[in-house]
């Protein structure tokens, strides 16, 4: 029988009674038997100083035992309860020796499920937020002749010169500005690094088309939400520009021009020595930790095809593709079939090109609309808001869904997406477009997980496919000639340009760049979770590989994703980089093995 809102919060209050008493006793045995025989406790960086998933009671005993008492959360108290279809889920928050926290309860039967426990302040170091927000002005005897303007142009001229960055942002893409912007409010010296001319240059330099494919409500930056009237899918421009704003009303160390073009570590000074190119000058930097936020792709990956030499047009990977204006009136074989390579051959037909698709390997594609509103709606939409529910709520329900569960919260989403969207799909298939909806059905957000490739959020160009208006080839390339690309069935598929929509490797690539291939090889490979599908060789990890969270490189981290990821998981790092500023032991539990190199 179906719980009312008042039997849901006794609910929720006796289990975190008991559990409260167990930790208070010190009995991590106790506490892991209030679990069910299915069960997870997600944590955000508040009792492990890493993101980590213990699963099963064992899991979670082996945690609790695994971590300083003074990180068992205490002084549990519920904030809000409801049940649906025999699970109760509960809000709660919490305190620890190093933070206050929040955190999401899911209950079946009377036992926990899930539990997700977010560090969320520095029980000693708070924001500097609300009734804690500086003055910025001093008055009477401690006024000064320097205003802000003053303080903020020493500030520019001296930080990386005179003062050295705790923390170097490699990357000023959405991800490096965003925790940038969460390292400034915590006071911690941060600087970011990038080789643009302007902040958003990332944006403004791809092709002339492109538009954001996630919903404005998902997109939010840290602390700075989009206005109420910003498009639903923001364009490349208007999001490089939004960007660039950012950096100054943050105000953000940004340096622009600077490139980034070695990195050691000195592992008895406990710090980096960074040779950068500002302004085509060289400098050295001497941060104390080194991140990585060059998005969770790593280097571009371009096949080495015999032929390449001898081909006459251009060839350009999609990262660099120019735009479809360029190429009027011409043949142009778009190598790939996932999310870059339909922006693109739509670019181009728009344009007036003949773009031909060669696809490889089957894509899952599923449409703008349907994704919205049957996956991200309830979480990421105006109803979501009207119900309460603003992003950064969202970010945590969202997070409260182990990675181990997500598949199958997923497969009666897309399962129900396939079935209404059934003749959209026939379109395709009729065309010839080999589809899929991941290797266990589970859909778009589980292959982003598990590979970070593989699929297409439709915004137009499917309807292209499906009427022919892009053409459509399959195969493997064996060779270019001077004038076609030629596949390994011997088809030829007549070519003035090529380019190669073939993705990325894996983001320690980047750190192979920088630092060392050894240092590469002892972070491993980045993103994924060991699923054992295609692409995300196992063992099972947990949590996304490397990202966030401390890595076998002492003071090297990884920050990127999407925009939702990168808002969201930038709270952590800045927490954990927090933390080490200000001298705080930070023991870190169950520090992820490396099983893949790439």
């Given amino acids: 029988m179906a ?62 035992e695994g971590i300083e008492r003074g990180a068992w959360p205490r002084e549990l108290e519920v904030t809000g309860a409801t049940e649906a279809d025999g699970v109760v889920e509960a809000w709660y928050s919490f305190r620890n020796d190093a933070f206050s926290g929040l955190g999401l309860v899911r209950l079946r039967d009377g036992a926990c499920w899930t539990l997700l426990s977010t560090a969320q302040h520095l029980a000693d170091f708070p924001e500097p937020s609300g009734p804690r927000r500086s003055r910025g002005a001093q008055h009477g005897e401690e006024m000064t002749a320097e205003n802000w303007l003053d303080r903020r142009t020493r500030r520019q001229a001296e930080f990386g010169i005179a003062e050295q960055p705790y923390v170097l942002v490699v990357g000023g893409g959405q991800g490096g500005i965003g925790l940038a912007a969460r390292l400034k409010r915590q006071g911690v010296p941060a600087l970011v690094v990038d080789k643009h001319p302007r902040p958003g240059d990332q944006w403004r330099s791809r092709y002339h088309s492109l538009c954001l494919h996630d919903p404005v409500w998902y997109d939010h930056m840290p602390y700075l939400p989009f206005p109420d009237h910003w498009p639903v899918f923001t364009p490349k421009d208007k999001m490089g520009d939004w960007l660039e704003h950012y950096t100054h009303l943050m105000e953000l160390d940004y340096w622009s021009n600077t490139e980034a073009v070695s990195a050691s570590y000195d592992e008895q000074a406990g710090r980096w020595s960074v040779e950068v190119l500002r302004e085509g000058a060289p400098l050295t930097l001497a941060p104390s930790h080194l991140v990585l936020a060059t998005g969770m792709s790593g280097v571009p990956n371009i096949p080495s095809i015999p032929g390449q030499d001898v081909f006459a047009g251009e060839q ?103 079935e209404q969207d059934a003749e959209f799909y026939q379109g395709l298939s009729d065309a010839g477009f080999d589809l899929d909806f991941g290797d266990d059905g589970s859909g778009l957000f589980l292959k982003y997980l598990r590979r970070g490739s593989g699929y297409y959020i439709d915004i137009g160009a499917s309807s ?23 596949l390994t069935d011997g088809t030829e598929l007549p070519a003035d340009a090529v380019v190669y929509a073939t993705g990325y490797g894996s983001m320690n690539g980047w750190a192979a760049r920088l630092i060392s291939q050894e240092v590469a090889d002892a972070v491993g490979k980045c993103w994924g979770l060991g699923s054992d599908t295609a692409k995300d060789p196992g063992p099972w990890q947990g949590e996304l ?43 870190v539990y169950a520090l992820a093995e490396t099983h893949h190199t790439a």
């Fill in 3 to 64: 719980m009312d809102d008042e039997q849901a919060w006794a609910a929720a209050r006796e289990w975190f009674t008991a559990l409260g008493s167990a930790l208070g006793s010190g009995d991590a045995a106790a506490a892991a038997q209030l679990f069910g025989e299915e069960c997870y406790w997600r944590d955000l960086a508040s009792l492990t100083w890493n993101l980590h998933t213990a699963e099963g009671q064992d899991g979670i005993q082996a945690m609790l």
């Fill in 545 to 587: 590989r490397n990202m966030w969270k401390p890595t076998r490189q002492p003071n090297l981290w990884f920050h990127g994703g999407n925009l939702h990821q990168s808002r969201h998981y930038s709270k952590y790092l800045a927490l954990q980089l927090k933390a080490r500023f200000e001298g705080l032991d930070t023991p």
């Fill in 464 to 486: 292209l496919v499906a009427d022919g208006s892009i053409a459509l080839a399959h195969g493997d390339v064996a060779r270019l000639t001077e004038e076609a690309v030629v």
């Fill in 316 to 418: 350009n990977h999609s990262s660099t593709h120019p735009g479809g204006e360029r190429y009027r009136g011409k043949n142009v074989v778009v190598v790939g079939s996932n999310n870059s390579a339909h922006d693109i051959c739509a670019d181009l037909w728009q344009n007036g090109a003949r773009p031909t698709m060669l696809q490889r390997s089957s894509t899952h594609i599923v449409r703008s609309d349907s994704l919205m509103s049957t996956v991200l709606g309830p979480l990421y939409s105006e109803e979501a808001l009207a119900n309460g529910i603003d992003h950064e709520t969202a970010d945590l329900i969202f997070a409260s869904i182990p990675y181990k569960v997500l598949p199958e919260v997923h497969k009666p989403a897309f399962a129900a997406i396939r």
